[in-house]
């Protein structure tokens, strides 16, 4: 199950009135824009996130696979049968963006650092972004949203109205993608690296950390699963690093900020030091220190 933001505005009544999500296969100039293209990729049981006039306004969740209709004209598009589920109290971005925002992807986001949304039609919506956006239109419906699989089974057996049986069961799909995705990570790094950090050698299982160079956020299903997209390190070099404060080149050599060259000593850091990182490491080193690394 993959999560996605539809920014709607003027044809958000008319595509729920015919419960789907539509989106031509050129535009007047002969392109495909990728928020277009990307309904291609629509598969049963996806949610989705409404986006209309500033606010998150329905839920919904896709019925059938998305097909080509018109395939050969100039009416080709793309379509998918959606179920609309309409909240009673729209979501505005811009009042909640500062919760929103630390979990917006890089590149192709639905929204910009202000809560302003952006042009586009279909926008992925990573697990932790679909969470949080969970968490605030669920807010008013129960206390605890940490328990929601005690209550799964009941949801399944509609003890509950529709909307919140969405919410409830997305949270549960979600929770347990993310709990898959990540055991299944943390496994190869920990083989790749021989349970050790690949900076100091430290080898307790307890102060370990199965990091990511191409964070969660940013990466697709197949990257949130590549061994070579992440690094085994302890606790302080995996918080330096996800925090921008190390980084690699792409054949694995250290880099450091600024700020911590002058502390380098007290975490065990040299410069010039490397890790045994392999050709299928690069790419994901590089996007790390282009996109993370707070600079030298």
Request: net charge neutral.
């Amino acid at each position: 199950m993959n999560s996605y933001i539809v920014m709607q505005g003027e044809t958000y009544r008319e595509e729920k009135r015919h419960g789907i999500l539509s989106a031509p296969m050129k535009d007047k100039s002969g392109a495909t824009p990728h928020s277009w293209a990307r309904v291609k990729s629509l598969q049963k049981g996806d949610r989705t996130f409404h986006y209309v006039k500033g606010a998150i306004v329905a839920v919904g969740t896709i019925q059938e696979d998305a097909q080509e209709r018109n395939a050969g004209t100039q009416k080709a598009e793309w379509v998918a049968p959606c179920e609309y589920l309409e909240l009673d109290e729209p979501l505005e971005i811009i009042s909640c963006i500062e919760a929103v925002a630390q979990y917006l992807p890089v590149k192709y986001a639905a929204f910009q650092p202000d809560g302003n949304g952006n042009s586009g039609y279909l926008y992925p919506c990573n697990e932790s972004l679909a969470l949080v956006l969970l968490e605030l239109l669920s807010s008013s419906k129960w206390q605890n949203i940490e328990q929601l699989e005690f209550v799964y089974d009941a949801v399944r057996e509609g003890k509950y109205n529709s909307l919140t049986a969405w919410m409830m069961d997305s949270e549960y799909l979600l929770r347990q993608k993310i709990r898959k995705l990540k055991g299944r990570f943390e496994t190869m790094q920990l083989k790749r690296w021989g349970s050790e950090c690949a900076i100091c050698s430290h080898s307790n299982p307890a102060l370990l950390k199965a990091v990511y160079s191409k964070p969660w956020k940013d990466s697709s299903d197949a990257e949130k699963t590549d061994p070579a997209n992440g690094i085994l390190l302890c606790a302080n070099h995996a918080a330096l690093y996800e925090s921008g404060q190390i980084s690699f080149t792409g054949a694995g050599t250290l880099r450091m900020s600024t700020s911590l060259q002058k502390e380098a000593a007290r975490y065990g850091l040299k410069k010039n030091m490397r890790i045994t990182a392999s050709d299928a490491h690069t790419p994901f080193l590089r996007w790390h220190r282009n996109n993370y690394f707070i600079g030298e």
